[in-house]
C-alpha cells in the first residue's frame, strides 16, 4: 500500500491553464506539506497544514491555494499557469506537527511542465 | 530566518571512492535529518541525529552531528552504483518549529 500517494503522476499543460494535484496519505499522520523541487534539485517548502488548519506558508504567488478537507488529504490548486511554475511536486507527511523530531514521508512527486 | 548550507553541490566519484557530504546551519539545531532521492524518485528518510557529537551509521554510511549542533556530515565508504542520488540534510531550529532543508549534494558514481 502507497504511503502518501499524489495524483496525477505526470501534468502537461499550457500556460494560463488552471490546475490540481492531489495527496492523500494513510500513515495516520496529522501534518501534510507541499514543497517544489527545481530543476537544480532544490526543495522549498510551499505551505503545510498540521489537522486541516494551515501552520506554514511560504512566499508562494497567491495563484497556489492549498485546501485540506481532512487530515488524510492536501490538495494544490494552480490559478493561471506560468512557465516558472514547471518543477516537480512533492507532497509530505509526518506525525506531530512539527513538534518532536517525526521524519518526513514523501509522496512520488508530481512533474508539471507548462508549454 | 534559518538557514542549511550543503557543500559540495555536485560530487563525481569512482566507485569504490570514498564520499563526503557536509552541512552547515545559520543557527543552533534541536535536530537533524538526512534523506536520499534516487534519480526520478523521490527524498526518503535516512536517519535523524539528535545529541551533541552524535555518530551513526548504517552499513557504509556515518553520520555526524557536531559538538555545537550547527553542522552534520555524512560519510559514505567504498561507493557503489546504488547509492547514486541526491542527499539532503534537514535542521529543525526548535522541536517546534518547521524544518529547513539544505540544497542536496547530487551524487554520482562511475562503475
Known amino acids: 500500500d502507497t504511503a502518501v500517494s499524489q495524483t496525477p503522476k505526470y501534468l502537461v499543460t499550457q500556460m494560463g491553464n488552471d490546475k490540481s494535484i492531489k495527496c492523500e496519505q494513510n500513515?495516520?499522520?496529522?501534518?501534510m506539506y507541499w514543497y517544489k523541487q527545481d530543476s537544480k534539485k532544490f526543495l522549498k517548502i510551499m505551505f503545510s497544514?498540521?489537522?486541516?488548519?494551515?501552520?506554514i506558508n511560504e512566499t508562494v504567488p497567491n495563484r497556489f491555494s492549498p485546501k485540506s478537507p481532512d487530515k488524510a488529504h492536501l490538495n494544490l490548486h494552480i490559478n493561471s499557469l506560468e512557465l516558472g511554475d514547471s518543477a516537480v511536486y512533492f507532497c509530505?507527511?509526518?506525525?506531530?506537527?512539527?513538534?518532536?523530531?517525526?521524519?518526513?514521508?514523501f509522496g512520488d512527486g508530481t512533474r508539471l511542465s507548462i508549454l | 530566518g534559518q538557514q542549511v548550507m550543503q557543500i559540495p553541490q555536485y560530487q563525481h566519484v569512482q566507485e569504490g571512492e570514498d564520499f563526503t557530504t557536509y552541512c552547515n546551519s545559520s543557527?543552533?539545531?534541536?535536530?537533524i535529518q538526512w534523506y536520499k532521492q534516487r534519480p526520478g524518485g523521490h527524498p526518503v528518510f535516512l536517519i535523524q541525529?539528535?545529541?551533541?557529537?552524535e555518530v551513526k551509521k548504517q552499513k557504509r554510511l556515518t553520520f555526524q552531528f557536531g559538538e555545537a549542533k550547527k553542522n552534520s556530515s555524512l560519510h559514505i565508504t567504498a561507493t557503489q552504483t546504488t547509492d547514486v542520488g541526491t542527499y539532503f540534510c534537514?535542521?529543525?531550529?526548535?522541536?517546534?518549529?518547521?524544518?529547513?532543508f539544505g540544497e542536496g549534494t547530487q551524487l554520482t558514481v562511475n562503475p
Open positions: 509530505a507527511s509526518s506525525q506531530g506537527g512539527g513538534v518532536g523530531h517525526q521524519p518526513q514521508h
Open positions: 497544514y498540521n489537522n486541516k488548519e494551515l501552520i
Open positions: 500513515l495516520g499522520h496529522d501534518t
Open positions: 534537514a535542521g529543525q531550529e526548535t522541536s517546534g518549529s518547521r524544518l529547513t
Open positions: 543557527t543552533t539545531l534541536s535536530n
Open positions: 541525529l539528535v545529541k551533541s557529537g
